[in-house]
């Protein structure tokens, strides 16, 4: 694991147990919080890339039988709103405990960058989805898997750093 994490540069070891468990609480939750935004599109679209695009594309109001509604543009710009100001806060929050934790900076710089990179490509995916064309669901989908990888590994490498280093790189 030298290759990833430079133990000198690991702040997070040497934190007292009160701040450890604070910070791994805030972690569980953002775990927590990113389980529960992948429940709720597999219950709204199925995770499927053709009712993912039926959910965000136009619905054929002549189809009584169409099993995913398409989201309305109200409900598209309370989607954005809400999540143009918690995600980016979730990933800085989360990407300022990677830069103390010793991760190496070749690995946590792509960490960072890309998850920021997918909210923004998660964004704009739905609207042009909705409003362009259908096929930049792969966008959606694509971008939901960078996110939650790159989160995924933000939070392993501050609680490997937290919990299973040892202070001052020993």
Do not use: Q
């Amino acid at each position: 694991m030298k290759f990833l994490f430079d133990p000198s540069s690991n702040e997070l070891a040497s934190l007292d147990v009160t701040e450890r468990v604070a910070r791994t609480l805030f972690l569980f939750f953002v775990t927590c919080a990113f389980a529960f935004a992948v429940w709720r599109v597999s219950d709204e679209t199925g995770m499927k890339p053709d009712d993912v695009k039926d959910y965000y594309g136009e619905s054929d109001p002549d189809d009584m039988f169409d099993a995913v509604p398409s989201i309305t543009k109200k409900r598209l710009v309370e989607v954005t709103h809400v999540h143009i100001f918690m995600i980016p806060t979730v990933f800085f929050l989360v990407s300022l405990m990677v830069v103390k934790s010793g991760l190496k900076p070749k690995f946590a710089l792509p960490l960072i960058v890309f998850g920021f990179l997918s909210v923004g490509m998660d964004l704009s995916s739905m609207w042009l989805t909705r409003f362009v064309n259908a096929n930049f669901v792969y966008g959606i989908v694509l971008s939901g898997t960078i996110m939650s990888g790159s989160m995924g590994l933000m939070i392993l490498s501050c609680l490997k750093a937290m919990w299973l280093d040892k202070p001052g790189g020993a």
